[in-house]
């Protein structure tokens, strides 16, 4: 799980032209938690990439909650060099960056990274 809290962004960048879709699944705990686990709601967040600057595929969440991201899905059109990265406050730092040959996707899941 990649947790991201209210100063935190997960971004993305590709090497070479393309509009492929980056999705994210990921769910916030308040910092507070609920007596029912109501806060444990999945969501998703689905950005198109441009190919030429970073893009943010999962937003921050709101003040006093941590977003905990689950999932990642990166499946292109062609080949293409991908990388992942935390924006904290405007300091990245890299998680990966893959290169994958067409037909190839990248997932983040419980078992961390992997190229199918």
């Not at 937003?59 to 990265?85: C, K, M, S, V, W």
């Not at 040959?101 to 961390?112: K, P």
Request: glycine share 6%; hydrophobic share 30%; with cysteine.
């Amino acid at each position: 799980m990649l947790p991201l809290n209210s100063t935190d962004t997960l971004e993305s960048f590709l090497s070479g032209a393309g509009t492929d879709k980056v999705i994210v699944i990921y769910y916030d705990v308040p910092d507070r938690q609920k007596d029912d686990n109501s806060e444990y709601k999945r969501n998703r967040q689905i950005t198109a990439s441009n190919g030429a600057t970073d893009i943010t595929c999962c937003d921050a969440p709101q003040q006093g909650y941590t977003r905990n991201i689950e999932e990642i899905y990166f499946n292109p059109t062609g080949a293409i060099t991908i990388t992942i990265q935390y924006d904290v406050s405007g300091a990245e730092s890299a998680f990966i960056t893959q290169t994958l040959a067409a037909n190839e996707t990248l997932i983040y899941d419980r078992g961390g990274w992997h190229v199918l």
